[in-house]
């Protein structure tokens, strides 16, 4: 079954716009491309598959861009060629300008890039209204039921989500596939490894090979200290980002903290949330909330893959699996938090969305206790506040998105 990204990435393969699919690595963006790539065949549309991977397919594209066209099988019919790791290209922003410049009604180009580090430094303005940009993060929820083949579960999400009433019977078993999305993330590889054992191997690889090729291919001088921040971060998720703090404890230099966070949160491993004020100047100088956009990566940094009910950081686990499902749904620089100088805190507040909404996670609905939020709910009347528990487990989870 294919991931819910393909049908958008299909339906822009017919647009003038070039299609661009960023990502962590291991995401599958290379089987998205494979699989469109066999629709437009079955089509009778022209296609060519370049992997620059390829070191004689690198070298000949960047002598010159124009050589592309001694691939194309046609010079009538418009083709789409898929370019899988464009991020290898001496200049990708060059190359993609001048093929669509001149070559747009013969050639629609669907490329994919392994991290946004180099998309976001060599894509210039210049690709303006030249290209669309798609993110592929691992599976969400919905996906990780796909790949595993789980349709009547994933069918059952669909009825709740499409309906505000629906009871399913299948509830107790959502839950249970919830825990384990918890445990192991959602790296497609470890969601269709059937294996416990496999999955923590797979994680292992992705976290020392896959992510090593991030830290060496974006110029990182120290790679001890940069595994150990994210040692560190998957520790602290949910919690404030004190870069002075982190530059004491790691004896580094605060800009090369700042930097490493930067290539972090470009190769799709974490994000940092920004606080919520009534005023962008307070929002701009305080400390960000840092959070995993795979939870199995983040276990695997702690070598921790007990159950969420013997494990001593479930409720921080909770939260961060919250925070992907908001990231899913609105995209992770529409979150927010809010905190006071004294320590009132709501985890998560969506200001600018069609509907606002202010959320506390809390793993118990035991430790709901509404009268502490009321300095926010009296400041901000207009965004509705509300807890998101993971007990009891009912549909309403995953009714709203969570």
């Given at each position: 079954m294919?991931?819910?990204?393909?049908?958008?990435?299909?339906?822009?393969?017919?647009?003038?716009?070039?299609?661009?699919?960023?990502g962590a690595r291991q995401t599958g963006k290379s089987t998205l491309l494979r699989d469109l790539e066999k629709d437009c065949k079955n089509q009778n549309i022209p296609t060519v598959f370049i992997n620059l991977e390829n070191k004689q397919l690198l070298s000949d594209l960047d002598a010159n861009p124009l050589n592309l066209l001694a691939y194309l099988s046609t010079e009538t019919k418009r083709t789409v060629v898929f370019i899988d790791e464009i991020q290898y290209l001496t200049d990708p922003s060059n190359f993609l300008k001048l093929i669509h410049d001149e070559h747009h009604e013969r050639i629609k180009i669907v490329a994919s890039g392994s991290s946004?580090?180099?998309?976001?430094?060599?894509f210039k303005d210049s690709l303006a209204g030249r290209k669309r940009i798609f993110q592929l993060l691992t599976c969400d929820f919905e996906d990780f039921l796909m790949l595993q083949g789980k349709e009547e579960?994933?069918?059952e999400v669909l009825k709740i989500k499409n309906s505000t009433t629906f009871k399913s019977i299948q509830i107790a078993r959502l839950k249970v596939e919830w825990e384990q999305f918890m445990?192991?993330?959602?790296?497609?590889?470890?969601?269709?490894?059937?294996?416990?054992?496999e999955k923590k191997e797979i994680l292992k690889e992705i976290r020392d090979s896959f992510v090593k090729r991030d830290i060496l291919e974006s110029?990182?001088?120290?790679?001890?200290?940069?595994?150990?921040?994210?040692k560190i971060l998957a520790e602290q998720s949910g919690q404030l980002v004190n870069q002075n703090e982190l530059s004491n404890t790691l004896r580094v230099r605060s800009e090369t903290i700042q930097n490493y966070l930067r290539i972090m949160q470009v190769c799709f491993h974490v994000a940092?949330?920004?606080p919520f004020f009534s005023t962008i100047r307070k929002e701009l100088v305080k400390m960000p909330k840092i959070y995993f956009l795979d939870l199995g990566l983040r276990n695997c940094l702690l070598m921790n893959f007990q159950s969420i009910t013997t494990r001593m950081d479930r409720g921080e686990l909770w939260e961060n699996a919250v925070f992907r499902s908001l990231a899913d749904r609105y995209g992770a620089e529409e979150i927010r938090f809010w905190r006071t100088a004294?320590?009132?805190?709501?985890?998560?507040?969506?200001?600018?969305t069609d509907e606002p909404m202010a959320l506390e996670v809390k793993l118990d609905e035991k430790s709901n206790h509404p009268s502490k939020y009321q300095l926010f709910t009296e400041s901000y009347p207009s965004i509705p506040f509300r807890f998101v528990n993971l007990n009891?487990?009912?549909?309403?989870?995953l009714r709203k998105g969570f």
């Open positions: 294919r991931r819910k990204l393909y049908q958008d990435l299909y339906n822009h393969l017919s647009k003038k716009e070039f299609t661009i699919l960023t946004a580090f180099y998309l976001d430094d060599q579960l994933w069918g445990i192991y993330g959602g790296y497609p590889r470890v969601v269709t490894e059937p294996d416990l054992r110029g990182v001088k120290n790679e001890l200290v940069f595994y150990q921040l994210f940092l949330v920004k004294d320590g009132k805190e709501v985890d998560f507040v969506l200001p600018d009891p487990w009912t549909e309403e989870v």
